[in-house]
Nanobody, 119 residues
Framework: QVQLVESGGGLVQAGGSLRVSCAASGRTFNSMGWFRQAPGKEREFVATISWRGGTAYYADSVRGRFTISRDNAKNTVYLQMNSLKPEDTAIYYC??????????????WGQGTQVTVSS
């Protein structure tokens, strides 16, 4: 059974940093990443990374501030978020895909972790 377990969300002031993690189990994936959903808005793509080549894609809104990385040995993906803004406040969902890497709706979702950025 596939499981994606997020951790590391919380409350941070604007301009601060936070790292969220996602541990996968049940199978290996070609790519893993993150989506987010803010109150009253649709779920949106944030970042994704290929499991083998390290190719990464970012949403324009986070490029240059967020960095996605992975630890194959731990089957874990990370999202380092710097220079956080109040508009980054959202539930962040870990995602996993059996297809190639790319900014698309994934095969699997985690339960989500709340990130709140105060102004």
């Amino acid at each position: 059974q596939v499981q994606l377990v997020e951790s590391g969300g919380g409350l941070v002031q604007a301009g601060g940093s936070l790292r969220v993690s996602c541990a996968a189990s049940g199978r290996t994936f070609n790519s893993m990443g993150w989506f987010r959903q803010a109150p009253g808005k649709e779920r949106e793509f944030v970042a994704t990374i290929s499991w083998r080549g390290g190719t990464a894609y970012y949403a324009d809104s986070v490029r240059g501030r967020f960095t996605i990385s992975r630890d194959n040995a731990k089957n874990t993906v990370y999202l380092q978020m710097n220079s956080l803004k109040p508009e980054d406040t959202a539930i962040y969902y870990c995602t996993a895909d059996t297809r190639g890497v790319g900014p698309r709706m994934p095969d699997y979702w985690g339960q989500g972790t709340q990130v709140t950025v105060s102004s």
